[in-house]
């Protein structure tokens, strides 16, 4: 008889774990993705949104597509989990897996920062990019802001991306020269577990562009009606147009199944994915899995998708499907746009021990048509 593997979310990790055991398992195995949105959005290009490259309907793709691969996707929010029994809430249903994987991402909680969701735009959401796309296109004021909201956010390259993006379209705006563009970070230096080489890398990606940084700047209260921001040290800053990465948190539900641990995060075996649940595995975002120099691994898709690729492989093997899957590596890559038809691409592998062993390399033309044939074949998946 088959059995019954269920996936829990269709972002990055989810929709790839659930394709790849649907090429790797019999018919007999009935595979189930559960994710309460209708689209799958691809949040790398959230950035091109934001400076009017890309559209909406460029960069979504309906979750239903996976159903004519054989996959059963349920349309729902998932109202509990009971990981001892690999059980899960659906509306009125119940649903039992003998194989659970856990793919259910970040959320995002502006409403943690007093004032700050009305005082500005969150651009990790498609909407919240659109919004800022309109506001850059009418924006005429003086002072553009970037802030990250908490130290730890998914992809650590973009909100400097989308610092130098926006530079990028002012620029082509003919108003660059009008005013400021300042990132007040709450960490003391970008993409930090990459390493010093690489934060000083991207420090001077900013500095080439009159970008002002703001490092360990940790935002407590927005002011809206004024325009202003009270940090943690004392500082303050105005601004006009304000654009911002909220504080991220475990989802609500993955929570409530006491799946998290001190870290805020669901912790698993760094080398196989696994939970302390017996066939539950968990990977991407939500997951918190400490680094030997004592941080965490980033949450990014490119990480999300190396460990579905991998949890595929141990679903199958243990389903008596070919071989048990290598130990999950961390190599990853990422690229940090800076306009201009220019990246700076940046790889490395993060379980590097005693550190990540990342490098960045200067901006070319190269990288940046890389970076967009990484994003076609993302989107292609969903075809
Ligand atoms: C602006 C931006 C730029 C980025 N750029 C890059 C980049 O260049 N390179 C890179 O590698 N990464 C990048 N990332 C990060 C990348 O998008 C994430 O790390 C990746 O999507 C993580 O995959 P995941 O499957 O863990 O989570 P997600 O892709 O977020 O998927 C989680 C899914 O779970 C669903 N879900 C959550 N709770 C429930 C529930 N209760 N019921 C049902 N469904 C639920 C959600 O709707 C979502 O679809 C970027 C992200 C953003 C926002």
Aim: net charge neutral; hydrophobic share 45%.
């Amino acid at each position: 008889m088959g059995a019954h593997v269920m996936v829990l979310g269709a972002g990055v990790g989810g929709s790839t774990v659930a394709t790849e055991l649907r090429r790797l398992l019999p018919a007999e195995h009935r595979i189930t993705l559960v994710e309460r949105a209708g689209k799958f959005v691809l949040g790398a290009s959230l950035l091109r949104v934001i400076v009017g490259e890309r559209s909406p309907e460029d960069i979504a793709r309906p979750v239903s597509v996976l159903s004519r691969r054989g996959i059963e996707v349920i349309q729902a929010e998932i109202e509990q989990i009971d990981p001892a029994r690999r059980r899960v809430v659906v509306g009125s249903r119940e649903l039992v897996a003998d194989y659970l994987v856990i793919a259910l991402g970040a959320d995002l909680e502006p409403l943690s920062v007093p004032g700050l969701s009305d005082a500005g735009h969150s651009f990790y959401t498609l909407d919240g990019a659109v919004a800022l796309r309109d506001a850059l296109s009418r924006f005429e004021g003086q002072r553009l802001v970037v802030l990250t909201a908490a130290p730890a956010y998914k992809c650590p390259a973009a909100p400097y991306e989308a610092s130098l993006l926006m530079e990028w379209r002012l620029r082509q705006r003919g108003i660059r020269g009008n005013g400021s563009i300042d990132l007040y970070a709450a960490e003391p230096a970008p993409m930090g577990v990459a390493g010093p080489k690489v934060s000083a890398g991207v420090r001077d990606l900013l500095a080439a562009k009159g970008i002002a940084y703001h490092p360990d700047h940790q935002i407590v209260r927005a002011d809206a009606a004024h325009r202003r921001l009270q940090f943690a040290n004392g500082a303050e800053a105005s601004y006009d147009l304000l654009a911002f990465v909220a504080p991220h948190r475990a989802p609500r539900v993955v929570r409530e199944a006491g799946l998290t641990a001190e870290s805020g995060w669901i912790p698993v075996d760094r080398a196989t994915l696994r939970t302390r649940f017996e066939r539950v595995w968990a990977l991407g975002d939500v997951t918190g899995i400490p680094l030997k120099m004592g941080k965490p691994l980033p949450k990014a898709a490119t990480f999300a998708a190396g460990e579905a690729e991998a949890v595929a492989r141990s679903v199958a093997a243990e389903l008596g499907v070919g071989e048990p899957a290598a130990a999950y590596s961390a190599l990853g890559e990422c690229w940090v746009e800076i306009g201009d038809g220019a990246a700076a691409h940046g790889h490395g592998d993060f379980y590097g021990d005693p550190a990540p062993v990342v490098a960045l390399e200067p901006p070319t033309g190269d990288a940046h048509r890389a970076k967009e044939a990484w994003e076609r074949d993302w989107l292609a998946r969903w075809a």
